[in-house]
């Protein structure tokens, strides 16, 4: 059993930055992929980035391209979205979730654990 915490979220203006943490607890997950989602109300659960269990290799939705960033400490049990130049369409719940796979993928159906959700709003 693994636990996800996400924290790191709030209100920002329009081009600000906010920076997500997720730690796992429960077993170490640095043989996994991690990824983030995120849901906006009224709208289906989305992907926006993952990682492999090195890092070696990350994958992001087109919407968040060069401007979010996905990394990890494993020696931490965390993974990280930097979002820079935030953008009122990007508020929304954004969860944390830890692949069955090693390597990056960005359908939600290869995600085993889930945390319980960070709020980003981003006023205009």
């Known amino acids: 059993q693994v636990t996800l915490v996400e924290s790191g979220g709030g209100l920002v203006q329009a081009g600000g930055s906010l920076r997500l943490s997720c730690l796992a607890s429960?077993?170490?997950?640095?043989?996994?992929?991690m990824g983030w989602f995120r849901q906006a109300p009224g709208k289906e659960r989305e992907f926006v980035a993952a990682?492999?269990?090195?890092?070696?290799?990350?994958y992001y939705a087109d919407s968040v391209k060069g401007r979010f960033t996905i990394s990890r400490d494993n020696a931490k049990n965390t993974v990280y979205l930097q979002m820079n130049s935030l953008k009122p369409e990007d508020t929304a719940a954004y969860y944390c979730a830890v692949s069955s796979s090693s390597v990056v993928r960005s359908s939600s159906s290869w995600y085993s654990y889930w945390g319980q959700g960070a709020q980003v709003t981003v006023s205009s």
């Open positions: 429960g077993r170490p997950v640095s043989s996994y992929a």
């Open positions: 990682i492999s269990w090195n890092g070696g290799s990350t």
